[in-house]
């Protein structure tokens, strides 16, 4: 029998009304009285995922690690609007994991009339109960997206994810050869710079304090030199600058002669943003 934890976090999934607009309210048991599936619950809290702190995500992966060898899998319910970054960091947080861990949310409430959130939640529960697909990734809008290229597209649509590389898990996830192992953050000093015609060299430079930046490009790597040259003094003083395209879909390479920088920085491709972020903050290869 597999054995799994559900640990609520809020999220539109768990809101009712109230005077001041909608706030998370529905606690594990709560929610699980929509579903098909029983489970164990842990109430972390209940909170908006867009106010959601780093320490908090950490938390939550030191409860996953900690309880590894008591649960199989792990079902956490979660906001939509932070819940791609939160899935990234338990991704890099909880190395090889050799369990099952499934994010899920909703775009309506649990409690609304023709809401999307009774089918996600099952849908995660399901897979969590499977045991055949180790690792973490979201469960939302009928698909299972991993978690490193997860990403949100839009604010209201019930499909509101995608992968950034068009690849979702239609199969088991075999279980990882090597052993687990439990990280976390090198550092918190990440800057994020998004390159546009206007950008000028002063704010670029602003980041001289980071640890390091993730530019992102203009189509597959342009820039305008100004940027460029920008980027080449952060790298002289020390910040590791990682470069990716601002297109949703496609990696960075040098096709045109404009794009000279790609070959000064360090390259992401097939991640998403909020992948990218906390692979920095990890310093993982």
Request: with cysteine; aromatic share 10%; proline share 5%.
């Amino acid at each position: 029998m597999i054995n799994s934890l559900l640990i609520t976090t809020g999220g539109t999934i768990s809101c009712v009304e109230t005077a001041d607009g909608l706030k998370p309210g529905l606690k594990g048991a709560d929610l699980l009285k929509y579903s098909n599936y029983y489970c164990d619950v842990l109430d972390f809290k209940l909170i908006d995922s867009s106010v959601m702190t780093d320490p908090e995500r950490q938390e939550i992966a030191k409860v996953i690690w900690e309880n590894r060898d008591k649960y199989d899998s792990f079902v956490i319910t979660h906001g939509t609007d932070s819940m791609a970054y939160t899935a990234a960091y338990l991704a890099c947080a909880l190395q090889n994991f050799d369990k099952t861990v499934v994010l899920t949310g909703s775009q309506l409430p649990m409690v609304y009339p023709g809401t999307d959130a009774v089918d996600n939640l099952n849908l995660a529960l399901k897979t969590a109960l499977t045991g055949e697909y180790y690792g973490i990734c979201i469960a939302i809008g009928g698909r299972l997206l991993p978690a490193d290229s997860v990403t949100k597209m839009e604010t209201e649509g019930f499909a509101a994810f995608d992968n950034v590389n068009k690849q979702y898990l239609y199969r088991p996830i075999p279980k990882p050869a090597d052993k687990p192992r439990y990280l976390e953050p090198k550092t918190d000093m990440v800057g994020v710079i998004y390159i546009t015609p206007n950008l000028s060299r002063g704010v670029i430079l602003s980041y001289v304090a980071m640890d390091a930046v993730l530019v992102l490009l203009l189509g597959a790597g342009g820039m305008p030199a100004v940027c460029e040259a920008a980027l080449e003094r952060l790298q002289a003083a020390g910040v590791k600058v990682y470069i990716k395209s601002q297109c949703m879909y496609g990696k960075v390479e040098q096709i045109y002669a404009a794009h000279s920088g790609v070959k000064k920085f360090i390259p992401i491709t097939d991640e998403s943003i909020e992948y990218a972020i906390y692979k920095i903050m990890f310093d993982l290869d």
